[in-house]
């Protein structure tokens, strides 16, 4: 039977699976990504090259995985990092380190350097060192490039490229979701696993393509995605932004993606908490710690008897003074406390932004996917059905991202005819949670949570002017 291999470069860790034409992975693996660096104040970097060998690893320990042969394999899905950027000398090596999105520089014009002759994204990087193209996802490019979100193409405009100080010579070819990159070098083969001369196809920025992979198809649905950026998206019409939500790329060709504000470092403080109170978790395993911690945390009423979270362990860009604290501690409070805490102002925190987003908008979804680690949690994904008041479903596979890698694959291959024939075939959501008997007290808790959050700033705000 032909499969797809499908490939979803994270924040944290690589996964890769290998997905037949009715969404059944017949193989997977995931390499976790090495902590970023810091090599001076405001940089944030992939250290080396962890971006490709994280990819080499998953992808050759996928096929190992694999009980199919090279032949039935007809394409590959690319998806990574969305906000990276890659400075590439002229035969596609890294001139230093892939910038993560929360390196200061990716918001910043690029600087011309003797020993860059390409700036790409993550996936341009990676789909050069797998196909020895200079081609990329348009769906990719957001944030500082002089891309015209209309076309998906680039920017005829000089200011767009003197506001970016990217000129065309240094920009890969555009091209969309769904169409080829290029094909699987023979070095790149050796190094993979993957089989000689298969077509790698484009996708689009990763929070997309888990929109994609979760079966979002009109507003009527709201995706909350639990990743280490913790985000809200539903389908727009056309390009634009507000106060509230600005409006992204989507994963099939045209379509736009309007999204909440977010929390950075979301489910990044999960994994932090957990391995402060439960260093004995797997790494990486977000249901682990809710299956050991758990039941702690659902017999804490909600409001944890008085303990609150505020998620700022990153500041936002345009509100650098923000941080992160627990407040209301009695002396009575444990592990659960801190648990739910964190997960109730994950739900409280997004429900603010999804609503925000919906006034600004005119448009009220009536039900909510949720995808990522945190959708692995039934404690997480009941106190967000009770918060927002609204049903939930989960995406039914956990890599929704990968999912939608595999339906790009599938499309430019031919497997399946057409994108919606595509997500009726491998996309899907399970049951919906329904609100619960602690929906009226969330309800109760939602101002009161607010205002923590509010007064957390305004202190973080004295904290860093006061401080000798």
């Known amino acids: 039977m032909p499969v797809v291999v499908a490939i979803d470069n994270g924040s944290q860790s690589t996964k890769v699976l290998i997905v037949d034409e009715t969404g059944r992975v017949r193989a997977q693996a995931r390499v976790g990504l090495r902590p970023y660096a810091a090599p001076a104040p405001g940089r944030s970097v992939h250290p080396d090259d962890d971006v490709w060998d994280s990819i080499v690893r998953a992808c050759r320990a996928a096929m190992e995985r ?35 999105w929360m390196d200061e520089r990716v918001a910043q014009p690029h600087v011309p350097r003797l020993d860059v002759a390409h700036v790409v994204t993550s996936s341009g990087y990676v789909a050069h060192r797998l196909t020895g193209e200079f081609r990329d996802a348009a769906g990719n490019y957001q944030g500082l490039w002089p891309i015209d979100q209309h076309t998906w193409r680039w920017s005829p405009s000089p200011d767009a490229t003197d506001a970016t100080g990217m000129e065309r010579a240094l920009l890969s070819e555009l091209v969309d979701p769904g169409a080829e990159l290029g094909r699987v070098t023979a070095a790149a083969a050796a190094l993979t696993g993957l089989p000689e001369g298969v077509p790698v196809f484009a996708t689009s920025n990763d929070k997309a393509v888990e929109a994609l992979g979760a079966g979002l198809s009109s507003d009527a649905d709201v995706l909350l995605s639990f990743g280490t950026y913790i985000a809200a998206m539903t389908v727009a019409d056309a390009p634009g932004a507000g106060a509230a939500h600005w409006v992204n790329f989507g994963a099939r060709p045209g379509q736009y993606l309007a999204e909440s504000t977010g929390i950075r470092r979301g489910m990044w403080t999960v994994s932090w908490l957990r391995n402060l109170l439960h260093p004995d978790a797997p790494e990486g395993d977000l249901y682990a710690f809710d299956r050991s911690l758990g039941a702690e945390a659902e017999a804490v009423a909600p409001g944890c008897e008085g303990v609150a979270a505020v998620l700022d362990w990153l500041a936002p860009g345009d509100e ?149």
């Open 320 to 468: 650098p003074n923000r941080r992160g604290a627990f407040v209301g501690f009695s002396g009575a409070q444990g592990r659960g406390h801190l648990y739910r805490a964190v997960l109730e102002a994950i739900a409280f925190t997004m429900a603010d932004h999804i609503e925000d987003m919906e006034r600004e908008r005119g448009v009220a979804a009536a039900g909510v996917i949720v995808t990522g680690g945190g959708a692995q949690s039934p404690l997480l994904v009941q106190i967000v059905a009770d918060v927002l008041g609204r049903p939930v479903r989960r995406a039914l596979v956990d890599d929704a991202a990968g999912i939608g890698a595999a339906i790009c694959a599938a499309v430019g291959a031919g497997l399946i005819p057409d994108w919606d024939a595509a997500v009726a075939a491998m996309a899907g959501t399970g049951a919906p949670v329904l609100p619960g008997d602690h929906a009226e007290m969330y309800r109760a808790l939602r101002p009161w949570h607010r205002r923590i959050r509010s007064r957390v700033a305004d202190l973080s705000d004295w904290m860093v002017s006061a401080r000798p």
């Open 66 to 100: 694999f009980d199919g042969g090279p032949d039935e394999i007809v394409g590959v899905g690319l998806c990574t990092i969305r906000f990276c950027r890659a400075l590439l000398r002229a035969d596609g090596t890294l001139a230093e380190p892939v910038l993560s």
